[in-house]
């Protein structure tokens, strides 16, 4: 057999139970074409159809005030007073 998807195909048609018990035993993922077609509908039904559910708020960022020399004198006063200095 040539091809994959033939020796697939045959091997549903013919083997589809000794597959699935190897397939079973070793921990596979069924690659049977009707297996592989039915995990590919169920992907598309798990698709995004609206942003609604997948947008959130960003939380804004904590604004940092530019350095002036009265901001930097007003928090020197208040360190001067908070610490009894």
């Known amino acids: 057999v040539a091809q994959i998807s033939t020796l697939?195909?045959?091997m549903q048609a013919t083997h589809q139970a000794v597959y699935y018990t190897w397939a079973k035993a070793n921990h596979f993922e069924s690659m049977l074409p009707k297996d592989t077609l039915t995990r590919c509908?169920?992907?598309?039904?798990?698709e995004?159809?609206?942003l609604n559910a997948h947008l959130v708020e960003?939380?804004?960022p904590e604004r940092?005030?530019?350095?002036t020399d009265a901001i930097y004198r007003e928090a020197a006063i208040e360190w001067l007073l908070a610490t009894d200095q």
Do not use: A, F, G, M
Not at 41 to 46: A, F
């Open 64 to 67: 940092i005030i530019k350095y």
């Open 41 to 46: 509908e169920k992907h598309k039904l798990q």
């Open 8 to 10: 697939r195909h045959h």
């Open 58 to 60: 960003k939380p804004q």
């Open 48 to 50: 995004q159809t609206r």
